[in-house]
């Protein structure tokens, strides 16, 4: 039997016999799903901005320094409304196929909606970093996000030279300065009334599983914010001697080991289980490297 077959079979009796299903989800799950450049032809569809900058994708080029506003929403808003117009994905619905018999909650960093697409439960769903689809205040002045997929598609459809009119401008309706899109990127983020239900959801599905046999699958989590999933996964699973992790992504499916130099990853699973750590952690994680695909389908046959 080869070690992915006996990952693959050890995670299936695991998903047959817990109590509940906590899935954290990155970036590197939504690109195997297909939301890369090519499934989102950004050559095609940026090649305006592509050849004023040279961008080479999508989130590269939210960082990019723009000549004015007017240029800076007509990235933005065609940014936006590329992911809103993406249909939901075989990856994600398989997912949904493997968990929707049991009780689940999902942390993601993922601000592209498409658990919601596939058909997860909204209420089940905590995306820590914002949406596409909402704008915020500036500075903040108030705790509130307005949805604006009508805005941007007007964006979209005005823009003209890399820029969208100056008077589709959004500005904040309570102070008049201007508004941003709602994606963490510094401390004027805002966590409004429905981040932070979100947010007592997730730690109460946390707090009444605490003593139930729970498996965390977690995909495509790296290190742009890894104190968001990665490492609380990890922590989490280590003090619950019930809880499982199952860590799928290609790049970086390995254990987290913390020594002198900062971070390493173990990859290789059979040194992992010599470990000796806390509460026998070494027999609850698996790392699986194969592609997020095969993982999940081979899951559901």
Not at 185 to 205: I, K, P, R, T
Not at 274 to 297: A, G, H, W, Y
Request: proline fraction near 2%; hydrophobic fraction near 35%.
């Amino acid at each position: 039997m080869t070690e992915f077959k006996q990952k693959i079979d050890i995670t299936k009796e695991l998903l047959k016999d817990c109590d509940s299903i906590l899935i954290g989800a990155g970036a590197g799950l939504s690109i195997a799903a297909g939301l890369d450049n090519k499934g989102l032809h950004f050559n095609e569809n940026f090649k305006d901005f592509i050849d004023a900058y040279h961008i080479t994708d999508l989130y590269s080029g939210g960082f990019q320094k723009f000549s004015c506003e007017e240029e800076k929403w007509a990235y933005f808003s065609r940014y936006f409304i590329t992911y809103y117009n993406t249909k939901s994905t075989a990856l994600y619905e398989g997912i949904l196929k493997l968990v929707k018999d049991k009780e689940y909650f999902i942390i993601t960093t993922n601000v592209d909606g498409h658990f919601e697409k596939s058909g997860f439960d909204k209420d089940k769903i905590f995306a820590t970093q914002g949406d596409f689809i909402s704008i915020q205040c500036s500075e903040p002045c108030h705790k509130k996000v307005y949805e604006s997929v009508d805005l941007f598609k007007e964006m979209v459809e005005k823009t003209k030279d890399r820029k969208i009119p100056t008077e589709l401008l959004p500005k904040c309706p309570k102070c008049g300065k201007k508004m941003d899109y709602h994606l963490r990127g510094s401390e004027n983020f805002v966590e409004d009334d429905y981040w932070n239900q979100q947010c007592d959801a997730y730690l109460d599905f946390v707090k009444r599983n605490k003593d139930k046999k729970v498996l965390l699958l977690e995909f495509g989590v790296g290190f742009n914010t890894p104190s968001i999933v990665r490492f609380p996964f990890e922590k989490r699973t280590t003090e619950n001697e019930k809880w499982y992790l199952i860590r799928i992504n290609k790049d970086y499916s390995g254990l987290t080991i913390k020594d002198e130099y900062g971070y390493q990853i173990l990859n290789d699973w059979n040194e992992i289980k010599s470990l000796k750590m806390k509460n026998n952690f070494q027999n609850r994680f698996i790392p699986i490297s194969e592609d997020t695909n095969k993982v999940v389908q081979s899951l559901l046959n």
